[in-house]
């Protein structure tokens, strides 16, 4: 009886690294921020979770799925090839890549990441902002273009519903009335270099929630759901083809513990402001939505013009 047969090793034209193309119900693709460090392929970039083809890998698909267990705990049901594409040079030489593509509906922060910095789900308009290989930039842009090119269930019933992204943002005074603010990473996908309000989108939660876990998360800020107050909405489209977005204000009125740096990829440090002398680089619907709080403007429009 004949054994198993060995694994056949890649020719040397082959790819010899897999890559996923996780997307979602939503439109968004899953990207992985590596770690900045030399001698890996595309430090301190936003990239696809993969990997190098292994001895023991009798396939690409067993590389990339045995990549996504490792790295994440992700066993996706369906993987389906969809380009070959190039490498950046790890110090070895180029490489080019096969890539699967597969659909995940999950929450990439509840994945037990080992390796990189974080897992985020992105929409296509985000790639601008975004620090990433330009190959693996236009490989997600023309997946979104195909799936684009299908129509939805809801376009083939006259349906015109576009999805807003909702953001939530903590006003906090300290007892002399002053604002605090984050500087955000010189890296950061938005807004680099620039203050900011203590920040995120909303996930499979609701936005008190989401805010309460922000704050701790971002900055040790312990907040109890029941002092926390609405005091702001602001309507935003940032730009043509964009994502509508529903950026919502609160105002916690009391909390426990100091602000530090909890996510030093994300925030440099907190400062608390006077709202009448705030620092020139303040993201500007956050500049707005402060003179907004203080003269008691609950609603705002941005871009629509």
Not at 115 to 133: I, K, Y
């Amino acid at each position: 009886m004949m054994g198993p047969a060995e694994p056949v090793p890649p020719r040397d034209e082959d790819p010899r690294i897999a890559s996923a193309l996780i997307h979602n119900g939503d439109g968004e693709y899953l990207l992985h921020l590596r770690d900045d460090v030399p001698g890996i392929r595309e430090p301190g970039c936003w990239s696809l979770l993969g990997g190098a083809r292994e001895p023991g890998d009798r396939s690409l698909e067993d590389t990339v799925r045995r990549e996504l267990r490792e790295e994440a705990g992700l066993d996706l049901p369906v993987l389906e090839p969809f380009a070959v594409t190039g490498a950046l040079d790890d110090g070895s030489g180029h490489a080019s890549v096969r890539v699967y593509a597969g659909r995940w509906d999950g929450d990439p922060a509840r994945l037990p990441l080992t390796e990189g910095v974080m897992l985020r789900w992105f929409c296509p308009d985000d790639l601008d902002r975004l620090r990433m290989h330009p190959d693996t930039r236009d490989l997600v842009r023309r997946h979104a273009t195909g799936r684009a090119s299908v129509p939805s269930a809801a376009a083939r019933h006259g349906a015109g519903a576009v999805r807003h992204i909702v953001g939530v943002h903590l006003y906090l005074e300290d007892p002399a009335g002053r604002v605090l603010l984050g500087l955000r990473h010189h890296d950061s996908a938005f807004a680099p270099s620039t203050w900011h309000f203590l920040a995120g989108h909303c996930e499979q939660e609701s936005a008190v929630s989401c805010l309460v876990r922000e704050a701790g998360e971002e900055a040790g800020l312990g907040i109890d759901p029941r002092d926390v107050e609405f005091v702001h909405a602001l309507h935003q489209l940032p730009g043509p083809g964009r994502r509508p977005r529903l950026q919502l204000v609160f105002r916690a009125r009391a909390w426990t513990g100091v602000p530090e740096v909890r996510e030093p990829d994300k925030c440099l440090g907190w400062r608390w402001f006077d709202p009448a002398a705030l620092p020139e680089r303040v993201v500007p619907y956050t500049r707005e939505a402060i003179a907004h709080v203080r003269a008691g403007r609950p609603y705002a429009e941005g871009g629509w013009e």
